[in-house]
Nanobody
């Protein structure tokens, strides 16, 4: 079993940057496909970005492409979501997730973190 703990959320202004972290414990994240998701109030959870188990393929949602970057620190078993040029539409609870399957963009992940709140003020 794997445990995921997100951190780094907060309140920032439009145009600012924020970096979220996802600490993975129990197993190394290289055993899983990893993803970042977000859920705004009144909306369904949506895929933000993710990468394959090998790390060789990274995929982003169109809404964040060019602004968000996912990276990983193998030594710390931690995944990061660097978010730049934030706007109020990025306000949501952000989740880190892991799955055994190889499909990155599905919402059908096996393990989820508790989420971290991100609020962007205009």
């Amino acid at each position: 079993q794997v445990q995921l703990v997100e951190s780094g959320g907060g309140l920032v202004q439009a145009g600012d940057s924020l970096r979220l972290s996802c600490a993975v414990s129990g197993r190394t994240f290289s055993d899983y496909t990893m993803g970042w998701f977000r859920q705004a109030v009144g909306k369904e959870r949506e895929f933000v970005g993710g990468f394959s188990r090998s790390g060789g393929r990274t995929v982003y949602a169109d809404s964040v492409k060019g602004r968000f970057t996912i990276s990983r620190d193998n030594a710390k078993n931690t995944v990061y979501l660097q978010m730049n040029s934030l706007n109020p539409e990025d306000t949501a609870v952000y989740y880190c997730a892991a799955r055994f399957g190889i499909t990155i963009t599905t919402t059908n992940y096996d393990y989820w973190g508790q989420g971290t709140h991100v609020t962007i003020s205009s």
